[in-house]
C-alpha cells in the first residue's frame, strides 16, 4: 500500500512538472468587438424595418381606435361594431407581423452564431497551432492566469479578417 501510495505521489509530482501550454480568449469581449457580429446585426435590422415601421404604425392606429372607443361614447352600434372590427383586424395583423418578425429574428441569430462558433473555433486551432500551445481555453473558465497567454487581441484581429 505504501509503495501504492508513494508511486502516485511521484506520478502526481511528473505530471505537474509537465504543465499544460494554454492560452485564453475572453469571449464576451471578443463577441463584443466582432466586425462580423455587428455586421450582422446591421443587416437584420436592415431586412426587418419595414415591418418594424407596419408595426408601429399598427399600435399607433390600435391605440387610436382604443382611444377613440373610450372618449367617443355617442357611437351607434354599427360603428362600435365596425370600429371592433377594425381593432380586430388590425390587432391581427399586428401579431402576424411580429411572430414573422420573431422567426426571423431566431434564424438570423442561429446561424449568425454557428457561423461565428466555427469561424472562433478555426482561428482557436490556428492560434494554438502557432503558438504551439496544448489548449486554448475561454478565460472565464480560469481562475487566474498571466495576461501574457491572454490570445484575445489576436484572435479577433483573425475573426474579423475572414470574409
Same mark, same amino acid.
Not at 509537465?18 to 455586421?39: C, F, N, T
Not at 491572454?150 to 484572435?155: A, C, H, I, N
Given at each position: 500500500m505504501k509503495k501504492l501510495v508513494a508511486s502516485l505521489i511521484i506520478g502526481l509530482a511528473f505530471s505537474a512538472a509537465?504543465?499544460?501550454? *494554454?492560452?485564453?480568449?475572453? *469571449?464576451?469581449?471578443?463577441?463584443?468587438?466582432?466586425?462580423?457580429?455587428?455586421?450582422q446585426q446591421q443587416a437584420f435590422q436592415q431586412s426587418v424595418k419595414p415591418q418594424t415601421?407596419? *408595426?408601429?404604425?399598427?399600435?399607433?392606429?390600435?391605440?387610436?381606435?382604443?382611444?377613440?372607443?373610450?372618449?367617443?361614447?355617442?357611437?351607434?352600434?354599427a360603428e362600435k361594431q365596425k370600429m371592433s372590427a377594425e381593432f380586430e383586424t388590425k390587432a391581427r395583423k399586428l401579431e402576424t407581423l411580429q411572430q414573422e418578425v420573431q422567426s426571423k429574428a431566431q434564424t438570423s441569430m442561429q446561424a449568425t452564431q454557428k457561423t461565428f462558433e466555427t469561424r472562433v473555433k478555426t482561428v482557436a486551432e490556428?492560434?494554438?497551432?502557432?503558438?504551439?500551445?496544448?489548449?486554448?481555453?475561454?478565460?472565464?473558465?480560469?481562475?487566474a492566469i498571466d495576461?501574457?497567454?491572454?490570445?484575445?487581441?489576436?484572435?479577433?484581429?483573425?475573426v474579423n479578417a475572414i470574409k
Open positions: 509537465q504543465a499544460a501550454d *494554454i492560452g485564453v480568449v475572453d *469571449i464576451e469581449k471578443l463577441v463584443q468587438s466582432s466586425a462580423y457580429l455587428k455586421q415601421t407596419q *408595426i408601429e404604425q399598427l399600435q399607433k392606429d390600435l391605440s387610436a381606435l382604443q382611444q377613440t372607443a373610450q372618449t367617443n361614447t355617442k357611437l351607434s352600434d490556428q492560434l494554438r497551432q502557432e503558438n504551439k500551445l496544448d489548449a486554448v481555453l475561454n478565460k472565464t473558465a480560469v481562475l495576461s501574457k497567454y491572454d490570445l484575445t487581441d489576436k484572435m479577433l484581429q483573425k
